[in-house]
Nanobody
Framework: QVQLVESGGGLVQAGGSLRLSCAAS????????MQWFRQAPGMDREFVAT????????GYADSVKGRFTISRDNAKNTVYLQMNSLKPEDTAVYYC??????????WGQGTQVTVSS
C-alpha cells in the first residue's frame, strides 16, 4: 500500500499556471491507477483527471480538458497535474488518489489551490 503527499498548491492569478505533485511512498506505485480530484468549499469532491499505471492512457473532466495535463514518473513514484489557464472556479483543495482492483482508494491530504480574478 502507498501513502500519498501532495504539494505545489498556492495562490495564482487567473490565466496563470501551477503544477501539482503527488509523491507516493510504499510499494508498487506503478501498479496503481492515479487520479486527481478537487473539492471547493460547500461542494462535493469531484473528479479531475486519471492516468493508468503506464501513463499511456489519460482521462479528464470536461471542465479541465485542454487546460490540465496529468502525467506520472514511475521511477520517482510521483504523479503530476499541470494546470494552465487557471480560472477562479478552479479554486479548491486538490487531492490525489491511488487505486487498483479489489483495494480501497487511497487518498492524500490535499493541497489548496486559489485562483484570484
Amino acid at each position: 500500500q502507498v501513502q500519498l503527499v501532495e504539494s505545489g498548491g498556492g495562490l495564482v492569478q487567473a490565466g496563470g499556471s501551477l503544477r501539482l505533485s503527488c509523491a507516493a511512498s510504499g510499494r508498487a506505485f506503478s501498479s496503481y491507477t492515479m487520479q486527481w480530484f478537487r473539492q471547493a468549499p460547500g461542494m462535493d469532491r469531484e473528479f479531475v483527471a486519471t492516468i493508468n499505471w503506464s501513463g499511456d492512457s489519460t482521462g479528464y473532466a470536461d471542465s479541465v480538458k485542454g487546460r490540465f495535463t496529468i502525467s506520472r514518473d514511475n521511477a520517482k513514484n510521483t504523479v503530476y497535474l499541470q494546470m494552465n489557464s487557471l480560472k477562479p472556479e478552479d479554486t479548491a483543495v486538490y487531492y490525489c488518489a491511488a487505486l487498483r482492483p479489489s483495494s480501497p482508494k487511497i487518498w492524500g491530504q490535499g493541497t489548496q489551490v486559489t485562483v484570484s480574478s
